[in-house]
């Protein structure tokens, strides 16, 4: 019996060969691609999401700067009219009126759907990475301010307004209410922890408006 040797077209398996890896090269870089273009529409969207809640923030951060200058104000006032020991009806209308404690209020949702979810990692832009953290660390910042002033507020300057003052009808009291040592020392803590609370609002507003320009430049 004739046996002859089977001829293999090693050319034309080695171009098959070689056709199936370019084919898988390129569906992996296409796969990748697509992974990539994909990440970049994720983070474009949780970018745009942080840049509204950072309009927010400031408007929010305005209002409660603009009521504790108005609050420090009002404390100066009484000082000035305790001093001239005068017109202790406008001293007990200003006292009652602090009892509006101002607050800052930030909302975080999309910095936490932006860290929760991972896609921080994504962020190529490693300034901006920065800057977004910075930001929401400053926030937490300003927050401890608000909590020693909160505090203090709770403590010991609205119970002595519950005790003392007539907080229904708005009536003034005996002077020796509003002259007495005690209010004095309260109302200069309240006044300290105020300015201390409302410069870091100041500094803080500061910090937002730099975010945002950093933004639009990107």
Aim: contains cysteine.
């Amino acid at each position: 019996m004739n046996t002859r040797k089977k001829h293999i077209d090693w050319l034309n398996h080695g171009l098959e060969f070689i056709v199936v890896i370019i084919g898988i090269l390129i569906a992996f870089q296409l796969n990748k691609c697509s992974a990539e273009n994909q990440q970049e529409k994720t983070i474009s969207i949780h970018l745009e999401q942080i840049k509204k809640e950072t309009e927010i923030n400031k408007r929010f951060l305005e209002s409660a700067l603009k009521l504790g200058e108005s609050n420090l104000a009002k404390i100066d006032t009484i000082f000035v009219l305790l001093n001239q020991k005068e017109d202790y009806n406008r001293i007990n209308q200003l006292s009652i009126e602090l009892l509006n404690l101002s607050g800052a209020y930030f909302r975080k949702n999309a910095f936490q759907n932006l860290v929760e979810s991972g896609d921080i990692r994504f962020i190529k832009n490693f300034d901006t990475k920065q800057k977004i953290i910075n930001l929401y660390e400053y926030y937490k910042w300003v927050e401890s301010f608000d909590e020693i002033s909160r505090s203090l507020y709770i403590q010991d300057y609205y119970p002595y307004l519950k005790n003392n003052f007539d907080l229904v009808d708005g009536k003034k009291q005996d002077e020796e209410i509003y002259k007495s040592k005690l209010f004095k020392n309260i109302l200069a803590s309240y006044s300290q922890t105020s300015q201390n609370k409302t410069q870091k609002y100041r500094d803080c507003f500061k910090e937002i408006e730099r975010y945002l320009k950093h933004d639009k430049e990107d």
